[in-house]
């Protein structure tokens, strides 16, 4: 009899390190994800080790995450960050390097394998094939998806991506999606077997991410006891539209001068994608707009004061053009604080709209100056929200999450033997016999 729940897992992340802090580079919500499912499966007994590309010299080729919890830095091309478009031709080296560091053991060490994105996907892949255990594979993002909802000034995904996800999502033995929406476009864009895709929604830390004093957080933060701000919380580039913080923000001072004496916006995060070739963007729009002196640009920062920023929000903005999931607007709830976000992917299940905080149906910045003009200008709105949003972002727990994805990975363990699958040939031919 197959054993139901696995003993050890391979966790695949490629782009991006667990040890990472979210919010810049391409660090954001998958680093989260990884993290924090990691942990849980660990205080379960589950032991983890986490394969990721080594962008430092002076990484260990080992570090322990937590105990049960291992990160192994695998070294595949230069040490540093690459783009995501040339990640591609270090994939060949950095399965060869995670199918010798399995060598080095007794076979049988991985029960199975988990892959975070479709780079990972493709490493995952080989590995399932090599090591004769069930590929479950979390895509987080769609290139079809995203190509379909581009923002201005941003790049369109490569037809590459969009065949190594096709690749990916008709050969893993389970498909986790992060809302149902995903699954559908799974099913719909990539033609995924329905029977392999689970919906599993991501969680918060709910420890963490509480109700708590707003004064004593503006305090710890340095921002003024009274007054409106607005928090826009995750890496700066067209595809999460900071832009258009600012832009409904000038709108509002145009229609209420009185506003600017009391009005911060603060973007907690550094550039990311295509972010990267402007890092002076977002100040240069807000001196273009008469409102750089509101601003306030913040790095990336540890959780417990990201609590704090969402805490010392009057509202948090979310107003993506793309999202699988939208755990900023989870968070944000969880803390109690409304927030206000784009009608678009997992951002329709992260907010209950009317209820916890705003979805707006379009990018017209317009649309967002008169969301936050409606909570800005209603206290009573906004308690009622609040208490919606910590209600809502209860039913999100990373442990209802490692819940499910037990049962995700015991029917992968139970499914049919994977020695009928296949890897792609281009690795199959570069790796050892």
């Known amino acids: 009899m197959p054993r139901r729940f696995p003993r050890r897992i391979a966790t695949i992340s490629v782009h991006t390190s667990p040890l990472e802090q979210p919010g810049t580079g391409d660090a954001g919500g998958l680093n989260v994800y990884v993290v924090e499912v990691a942990k849980r499966l660990a205080g379960r007994g589950v032991e983890v080790e986490i394969f990721t590309r080594a962008v430092s010299p002076d990484a260990p080729p080992v570090a322990e995450l937590v105990p049960g919890v291992l990160v192994r830095h695998v070294p595949a091309g230069p040490f540093e960050e690459l783009d995501k478009a040339d990640l591609p031709a270090q994939l060949c ?28 996907g493709q490493v995952g892949l080989v590995a399932r094939q090599r090591w004769g255990v069930p590929l479950v594979q979390s895509m987080h993002t769609l290139g079809r998806v995203k190509n379909a909802a581009l923002a201005r000034g941003d790049a369109a995904e490569p037809e590459m991506r969009l ?60 921002l003024p006891a009274d007054g409106t701000v607005v928090v826009f919380a995750g890496r700066v580039q067209p595809l999460k539209a900071p832009d258009l913080v600012l832009r409904a923000a000038a709108q509002l001072v145009r229609d209420d001068p009185a506003l600017a004496r009391t009005l911060t916006l603060a973007f907690i995060g550094g550039p990311s994608g295509t972010g990267r070739a402007d890092p002076d963007g977002l100040i240069e729009l807000a001196h273009d707009l008469g409102i750089a002196g509101l601003v306030r640009l913040e790095p990336p920062c540890p959780q417990r004061e990201l609590a704090d920023w969402y805490r010392a929000a009057t509202v948090v903005m979310v107003p993506s053009y793309s999202e699988s999931f939208g755990l900023v ?42 969301a936050l003009r409606e909570l800005i200008s209603s206290p009573a709105r906004r308690d009622r929200l609040s208490r919606g949003g910590v209600a809502h972002a209860s039913r999100f727990g990373w442990s209802r999450t490692v819940d499910r994805l037990m049962t995700v990975y015991a029917g992968a363990m139970s499914s049919v033997p994977v020695d009928e699958g296949r890897a792609p040939a281009s690795f199959t031919q570069a790796l050892p016999s």
């Not at 950095?94 to 990972?120: I, K, N, Q």
């Not at 604080?337 to 009608?343: H, K, M, N, Q, Y």
């Not at 299940?349 to 017209?364: I, M, P, R």
């Open 329 to 370: 607007a989870v968070e944000a709830q969880a803390c109690g604080t409304p927030v206000i976000a784009a009608a678009v992917g997992g951002l329709r299940t992260a907010v209950k709209h009317g209820e916890s905080g705003l979805l707006v149906n379009d990018h017209d910045p317009a649309s967002y100056a008169r």
């Open 163 to 222: 065949r190594g996800e096709t690749e990916v999502v008709s050969t893993a033995d389970r498909l986790v999606a992060n809302t149902e929406e995903e699954a559908l476009q799974l099913v719909g864009l990539y033609g995924a077997d329905p029977a392999k895709v689970w919906t599993v929604n991501p969680g918060v830390d709910l420890s963490v991410f509480r109700p708590g004093p707003v004064a004593d957080a503006r305090r710890r933060l340095g």
């Open 93 to 120: 080296q950095f399965t060869f390097e995670v199918l010798r560091a399995e060598a080095a053991h007794d076979p049988g060490r991985y029960d199975l394998v988990h892959a975070h994105y479709w780079l990972s």
